[in-house]
Nanobody
Framework: QVQLVESGGGLVQPGGSLRLSCAASGSLLRFDVMGWYRQAPGKERELVATITRGDNTNSIDSVKGRFTISKFNGKNTVYLQMRSLKPEDTAVYYC?????????WGQGTQVTVSS
């Protein structure tokens, strides 16, 4: 049973930074790809950024240059460093992991960008 636990969300002013963490219950090496998604009120969940087992990364255009996804296999943790945050980044952020058995989700962490 895979468990993903997010942390690091909170309230931040526009232009501020946050780092989200996603701790997995086992080795990250079992996953082909891990990612961060977000869902704003009244909107569909959208992919934000992904990282593969081989550390190849990708992100959506609206966060390029501001968000960085990374992972530390030794701590079984994936990170999302978010800088220059904007009010439109406000959402619940979810960690996702995919392997040959399917995909797994964390419970989400709220990020609110507001003055």
């Amino acid at each position: 049973q895979v468990q993903l636990v997010e942390s690091g969300g909170g309230l931040v002013q526009p232009g501020g930074s946050l780092r989200l963490s996603c701790a997995a219950s086992g080795s990250l090496l079992r996953f082909d790809v891990m990612g961060w998604y977000r869902q704003a009120p009244g909107k569909e969940r959208e992919l934000v950024a992904t990282i593969t087992r081989g550390d190849n990364t990708n992100s959506i255009d609206s966060v390029k240059g501001r968000f960085t996804i990374s992972k530390f296999n030794g701590k079984n943790t994936v990170y999302l460093q978010m800088r220059s945050l904007k009010p439109e980044d406000t959402a619940v952020y979810y960690c996702n992991a995919k392997d040959y058995t399917g995909q797994y989700w964390g419970q989400g962490t709220q990020v609110t960008v507001s003055s």
